[in-house]
């Protein structure tokens, strides 16, 4: 790009007097490190040789003092070990900025001022060396929010102190690659929406990239929003949900300075662990790290307490393959995890005290000290708490009426074994409580009085009772059963820090699942992301935000949608589209590519050969991420067997930890919010894809694609193409 010479003279000595500064910054950072470590090996030699003797006089009278004197040593390691790691994530964080200081400039005039300020915005502030005077802005500092959301000429920001006016004579951009000024320009709206062309039609790379230097409007007004305690995002496969999500987790961290909000507050709650490790990149990119992300089924497993249980991804598997019981595998979950079945859960858990608890009367001596109809009476008419602190309640009072009772003090073993009496009916145990309420159907009719049942409820039920009978815990029940312990025993403290909450691929939960987040996250903000086309076992359409917003019911919430993808050529994208019924409103950021092609196949050898041939022509082409998506993990690993000698693949499964470089096999439910540079849709056979959810699978699986879609099958194609 020309440039006037003078001009990038100055923005040329501006980045070397950036860097040096940083530079400065960073050596000084290594040095005092360097003696934090000093001083912390000398302080632990120190604690040794101190601990030593301090352990000899534990047991004599100047006991306590030794131990007073010991922690007089073990509270400045402890502190200079704080510095230490403090600075480590600095001195990261530098490194990182000599890279790449910025990558754009404001020139912001203030209302009542001359001349404008120059304004460079980066990943990570940087002031000068012990001064308030900032040399680059955080991206995500109010002032920062102009160079997105607005053009050259009138603009605002919100500041802590109000509302900013002023005006931006200029836009520009750099691109800054080890050191190094490359290239700027300065930017209006169509040449910024050039450059994002640019970069959309580069090779992915094995990790989620950034998206701080191309944010849109619309993204920007999502990843700031701090007025809401609910934020939806109803946006389009490809419209960048996943980046959006984690630019807005780095952000609340950012304003959590001030209102105190740290890195274990957030949580991000991801589809699948594959997933997991995708993103990992991005927030310690963006300054951040340390934020807590867990997949469902963790929660599942530590609410719980079991190892053992059926994972989503294998309750998608066997959905997929189990042709005979597909229906009722999706009528068992939909009704499980309904608002009826919710309400016969409630009915369930308020009838306890009156059909499950098996109360006794107490005695102690041949004396009954209270009766079965009494502990059962103040169990009922106990306050507002969970059931089971009413029960430990009942435990302690029954307890003291015992102790009253006895003339003489009593010994231990009996105060044991009056405990273990009451204990008979005030441990409660989920699993087998959920067992006799599901093989008791005339109850369960009972307790749905006067709500509405589906119609195949007798299945569901006989379904239900032989998953349990073979003690394998399926999803659906693993799922009904943490709402039961939740709503049984409370919420654990583990999650009462969490202050937000940020839930990605929101389609794939049921209202149940949602009602676990409300009751393990009470008093937490939510930001909510999903796609309603995206559906892999179920059909859902806008109405699913008003659901969740109802059973979160928070102050304040709002949904946006975003309809503008940026992920798919526009061929790859119109050919998606024939996928879903009701022809969504999304605009493609029109990038041109490649018409998808279906190839035929005589048979399995002519279909390997035929995949092997596309999968080298997208090699040469220098595609370094080839995904051959297949229906499930079984067509996937029967691909995998074919191929494996012949070309260079990776089989990805749930527990993989593969970098997504290179050619690999992965089953269309893993590749969610995963893009790769080209895609082979490798089993679209009739067989395969035939009825309409089929739909959705395709259309999740062409949507993955950045550059090049094509699609494959054995024999007759499906109807569906």
């Not at 109010?142 to 109000?162: E, L, Q």
């Not at 159907?441 to 006067?450: F, Q, V």
């Amino acid at each position: 790009m020309k440039h006037n010479q003078s001009e990038f003279n100055f923005e040329h000595q501006m980045l070397t007097q950036t860097i040096a500064i940083a530079q400065n910054q960073l050596d000084q950072a290594i040095q005092l490190n360097e003696e934090n470590k000093s001083a912390i090996l000398s302080a632990k030699k120190e604690l040794r040789e101190e601990a030593s003797h301090a352990i000899g006089n534990l047991w004599g009278a100047e006991a306590f003092e030794a131990l007073a004197e010991l922690s007089q040593f073990v509270n400045p390691v402890e502190a200079k070990i704080t510095d230490y790691e403090a600075l480590e994530k600095k001195i990261k964080l530098l490194e990182n900025l000599i890279k790449s200081p910025y990558f754009a400039r404001i020139d912001f005039k203030y209302e009542d001022e001359e001349q404008p300020e120059r304004i460079y915005i980066g990943r990570t502030s940087l002031k000068k060396n012990n001064s308030y005077e900032m040399i680059i802005h955080d991206w995500r500092s109010p002032i920062a929010s102009v160079f997105y959301r607005f053009v050259t000429g009138p603009v605002y920001y919100d500041a802590p102190v109000g509302r900013i006016n002023g005006e931006v004579g200029l836009k520009r951009q750099y691109e800054i690659n080890n050191s190094v000024l490359e290239y700027y320009f300065d930017a209006d709206v169509q040449i910024v929406d050039e450059f994002l062309r640019k970069l959309l039609s580069q090779n992915t790379s094995s990790k989620m990239k950034t998206i701080v230097e191309t944010i849109q409007k619309e993204q920007d007004i999502v990843i700031r929003d701090m007025e809401n305690d609910l934020m939806m995002v109803q946006g389009v496969a490809g419209s960048g949900k996943t980046s959006i999500a984690l630019h807005r987790a780095a952000y609340l961290m950012y304003q959590g300075l001030q209102a105190k909000l740290s890195a274990n507050n957030i949580m991000i709650i991801s589809p699948n662990s594959l997933f997991e490790q995708y993103i990992s990149s991005v927030l310690p990119e963006l300054g951040e790290s340390n934020v807590v992300s867990v997949v469902f089924d963790e929660l599942l497993t530590a609410i719980l307490e079991k190892e053992r249980i059926q994972t989503r991804n294998q309750f998608l598997e066997n959905l997929i393959t189990s042709s005979g019981h597909r229906e009722i595998i999706k009528s068992s979950i939909e009704f499980k995890t309904s608002e009826t079945f919710k309400n016969i859960l409630n009915r369930f858990l308020e009838d306890l005290p009156n059909r499950y608890i098996d109360f006794e009367d107490i005695y102690y001596e041949n004396k009954r000290i209270i009766s079965k109809e009494q502990i059962k009476d103040i169990v009922i008419r106990r306050g507002d708490m969970s059931l089971d602190a009413k029960l430990k309640q009942l435990e302690d009072y029954i307890m003291e009426l015992v102790h009253e009772a006895t003339e003489e003090r009593m010994a231990r073993s009996e105060r044991t074994n009056i405990l273990r009496e009451i204990q008979k009916f005030t441990n409660l145990n989920i699993e087998s409580l959920y067992y006799r309420l599901i093989h008791d159907k005339e109850y369960i009719y009972s307790l749905a009085r006067g709500l509405e049942l589906c119609e195949g409820i007798e299945d569901i039920l006989e379904y239900t009772q032989e998953n349990l009978d073979s003690r394998n815990l399926h999803y659906d029940d693993a799922i009904v059963l943490t709402y039961l312990k939740l709503k049984l025993f409370g919420a654990t403290n583990e999650y009462k820090n969490i202050k937000q909450v940020v839930i990605d691929e929101a389609q794939d939960y049921y209202p149940l699942q949602y009602e676990i987040f409300h009751l393990l996250f009470t008093n937490s903000k939510f930001t909510i992301l999903g796609d309603m086309n995206q559906t892999l076992e179920k059909q859902e359409d806008i109405s699913i935000y008003e659901q969740i917003g109802k059973i979160l019911n928070k102050k304040k919430s709002s949904l946006i949608t975003m309809d503008k993808s940026f992920r798919c050529t526009n061929e790859i994208l119109q050919y998606s589209l024939k996928f879903i019924d009701h022809s969504p409103e999304i605009k493609s950021f029109n990038r041109k590519g490649e018409e998808p092609n279906i190839h035929t196949a005589s048979d399995q050898t002519d279909l390997n050969d035929k995949i092997v041939k596309e999968v080298k022509a997208c090699q040469e082409q220098g595609y370094r991420s080839i995904g051959l998506i297949c229906k499930s993990e079984k067509n996937a690993k029967s691909l995998y067997r074919n191929l494996k000698e012949r070309i260079g693949v990776q089989l990805i499964d749930p527990d993989s930890t593969n970098d997504l470089l290179g050619v690999f096999i992965i089953p269309v439910y893993l590749s969610k919010g995963l893009e790769f540079d080209a895609v082979l849709i490798c089993d679209a056979d009739a067989e395969t894809y035939y009825n309409q959810e089929d739909k959705k699978h395709l259309y999740i699986a062409c949507t993955r694609a950045l550059h090049r879609l094509n699609l494959f099958c054995k024999g007759e194609s499906s109807p569906l193409l």
